[in-house]
Every structure is written in C-alpha cells, then in structure tokens.
C-alpha cells in the first residue's frame, strides 16, 4: 500500500543531543513537508521540500534542518540549538502544482529528558 | 502572510445529532482551497473535505458538508448525524493556487477544535 512512514513513533533523548526523525513517502509525490503540533497551537510548518535537492524554510525552522537527497526521503534533524523540542512531529506529501491535499505519516512523538 | 482562525477549542455532541464546527480566514487572494482535516486519538490525519474558491456549491462528502462564505471568508463543518467514531481533533486549513503568492505549496492550519460524541 502506499503511504508515508515516520520512524520512530517516540524518541526520548537528552538535552544537547540533536535526533533525526526518518519520513519516507511511496507515493511518488514531489512535495513533501514537516509540521509541528503543540496542544492549542495548531500545525506549524518548519519546512518543506517541492522538489529534490531543494528546500525551504516554513514558519519555525530555527534550530532544525533537513535533507532532500531522495525524492521518498525528507529527514528532519531536531538540533540542540531548538530551545523547545518536544512536540509531535508530522510528515506529509502532496502533488506539486495540485490541489494542495496532504497526505500525512502516523507522527513522531519526541520527548527531551 | 493567511491566516486560519478556529474559535472554537472543544466542542460536544450526543451521538446522532448535528454539529457545526467554525472557521475563518484571512487572505487577499482569489483562487483558493479550503480544508478540513481530521486526527483522531491515533493521531494520523485524514482528509475530511475540501472546497475550491472558485466553486460556488458547497462541498459534501456523506455525512460531512461544509458552508463556504467566500465574501464572509468563513468555512464551516457542519457533521450530521453523529458517530463516535467522529471524536477527533478537526483542523481547517487553507492553501494558495497562486504560484506567485509566500503561500504557494503549502498548508496553513487553524489552531483545532476538538470534539467529543457523546453516546
């Protein structure tokens, strides 16, 4: 079946230490995106990618980066620098140039000790 | 820069009942979609509905319709005939057609609104 898959489901991790969340898509989609979900706070884009080996900045990128190597793979690297890192992190993909529909992973909870 | 409001943080609903869920939007731009997503307590998000700008019939998908005022620029969910199933957090979102616009190719969320069917 096609899908999106975010591993791992929860991470615990000390403060300093950066931690990558894996998000892999066979949809064949182009776009792929990561949004961070606070309680109250809604979904909030940290980046997101249109096409491999590009990226942009979404609305709370300081202190995490990411990669688009492959066109299935958007991995996203929470580094010491984010001075509040736990949250739920969602993957997603879509159709560039498309309606806009985004197709989600499970999350990935991350809890810093 | 959109922007999505949903004013309601929780809401409550007896099983098979109607409920409407709000919100609003602010954008000065004419071609549009509009979205309401999903997540129940297992957290993956599903599509619920979408509404094109352009389109002046409201969208309906089952049991789920939305009120689209575009001039008003309110999109609401109304959900009939309730179903447990239906306890979820429910997000609008908003995105841009326009490949000039900052908000081309990706989503803008409201805050959610959770809500409970009651049996």
């Known amino acids: 079946d096609g899908g999106i898959t975010q591993s791992p489901k929860y991470l615990f991790r000390k403060e300093g230490q950066n931690v990558t969340l894996s998000c892999e898509q066979n949809l064949n989609h182009d776009a792929m995106y990561w949004y961070r979900q606070d309680p109250g706070q809604g979904l909030r884009l940290i980046y997101y990618s249109q096409i491999v080996n590009d990226f942009q900045k979404g609305d709370i990128a300081e202190g995490y980066s990411v990669s688009r190597e492959k066109k299935e793979s958007f991995p996203l690297t929470v580094t010491s620098a984010q001075k509040n890192p736990t949250a739920f992190y969602l993957c997603a993909s879509s159709i560039t140039g498309g309606v806009g529909e985004l197709f989600f992973g499970e999350g990935s909870r991350l809890t810093v000790l | 820069a959109q922007t999505v409001t949903q004013s309601q943080p929780e809401m409550s609903v007896q099983e098979a009942e109607t409920v409407t869920l709000s919100c609003t939007y602010d954008?000065?731009?004419?071609?549009?979609?509009l979205f309401w997503y999903k997540q129940p307590p297992s957290r993956q998000m599903i599509l619920v509905i979408r509404?094109?700008?352009?389109?002046?019939q409201n969208a309906t998908e089952n049991r789920f319709s939305v009120n689209f005022q575009k001039a008003a620029k309110s999109f609401s969910l109304k959900i009939s005939d309730s179903q447990l199933g239906d306890t979820a957090m429910y997000f609008c979102?908003?995105?841009?057609?326009?490949?000039?616009?900052?908000?081309?190719?990706?989503?803008?969320f409201g805050q959610g609104t959770i809500l409970t069917v009651h049996p």
């Open positions: 509404q094109e700008a352009y389109k002046q």
């Open positions: 979102a908003f995105h841009s057609t326009n490949a000039g616009g900052t908000s081309y190719g990706k989503l803008t």
């Open positions: 954008t000065s731009e004419n071609n549009y979609y």
